[in-house]
């Protein structure tokens, strides 16, 4: 059985920093694109960042490019996201999220999700 899960949200103030993890078993992650998808209260989930299979490429939504850093440590089977000067429109449930190969896109192209965690941004 697949199972991701994400841990290190919580409540922060604008500027703060947050490291996100999500720890992945029942699979060789090795194989798959891990990224992280967020949804604000009232919005649609949207991409945040991936990372490819080797780690050669990654991806930023525009609105955390600078901010954000995305790793992954397959030995253990865990994905990173370092989040600094956070904001409050940072705010949402953060999804860890895997697709097979070195496929990405929107939702479409994922084959596992996390069930999420809340990163909370206070001014």
């Known amino acids: 059985q697949v199972q991701l899960v994400e841990s290190g949200g919580g409540s922060v103030h604008s500027g703060d920093s947050l490291t996100l993890s999500c720890s992945a078993s029942g699979l060789v992650v090795d194989y798959y694109a891990i990224g992280w998808f967020r949804q604000a209260p009232g919005k649609e989930r949207e991409g945040v960042s991936s990372i490819n299979t080797s780690s050669s490429r990654t991806y930023y939504a525009d609105s955390v490019k600078g901010r954000f850093t995305i790793s992954r440590d397959d030995a253990k089977s865990t994905v990173y996201l370092q989040m600094t000067d956070l904001k409050p429109e940072d705010t949402a449930v953060y999804y860890c999220?895997?697709?097979?190969?070195?496929?990405?896109?929107?939702?479409?192209?994922?084959?596992?999700w996390g069930k999420g965690t809340l990163v909370t941004v206070s001014p």
């Open positions: 999220a895997l697709s097979y190969g070195d496929s990405w896109g929107d939702e479409s192209y994922i084959d596992y």
